[in-house]
């Protein structure tokens, strides 16, 4: 692939994932009106798996190790029919503003330290767990494998 080639791809991710996390934004802040729907999930899920995809294929295993906790943390819930709890709806933000962020350093040519993101993948597990399970300890929670920790 051409560089010109490589380089318009990587503008038309960057495109791509600005769209995408707009519209997961937006369908959040349905969910927190309460206007939930098996459809609005189901577009989310899709949404971030996409996400998910273009950024394993660009090599930002940062993004893609975000986006699949958030998608891992909405398959029970479409599997159930369930309504998401405002506490995993708030950690989904959380996540989806780390998305943005990497996607804008990236886009920047800033370096990108993930071991600070590894928060919002410990706040979407403990999102998804039952109200009345402990959080994860400290010791406990995911950390980043070293190869993301090479920023791209």
């Known amino acids: ?17 600005s769209e995408l996390t707009q519209r997961v934004s937006e369908h959040l802040q349905a969910l927190e009106r ?4 098996a459809d ?18 660009f090599g930002f295993k940062p993004i893609a190790e975000i986006t699949h906790v958030m998608e891992s943390s909405l398959d029970p ?13 708030q950690a989904l933000f959380r996540c989806l503003d780390a998305v943005e962020e990497i996607v804008s350093a990236v886009q920047s040519g800033g370096s990108v330290d993930e071991r600070s993101y590894q928060g919002v993948i410990v706040a979407v597990l403990e ?11 400290k010791d ?8 993301s920790l090479a920023a791209r």
């Open 1 to 17: 692939m051409s560089q010109n080639s490589q380089d318009g791809a990587l503008q038309e991710y960057f495109s791509e994932c």
């Open 34 to 37: 309460g206007e939930y729907s």
């Open 40 to 57: 609005l999930i189901d577009s989310i899920y899709r949404d971030i798996h996409t996400i998910k995809g273009s950024s394993q294929l």
């Open 77 to 89: 819930i479409r599997k159930s029919g369930g309504v998401p709890e405002r506490r995993l709806i």
């Open 127 to 137: 999102a998804s767990l039952p109200a009345d399970t402990a959080p994860l300890a």
């Open 140 to 147: 406990h929670a995911p950390v980043l494998s070293e190869e």
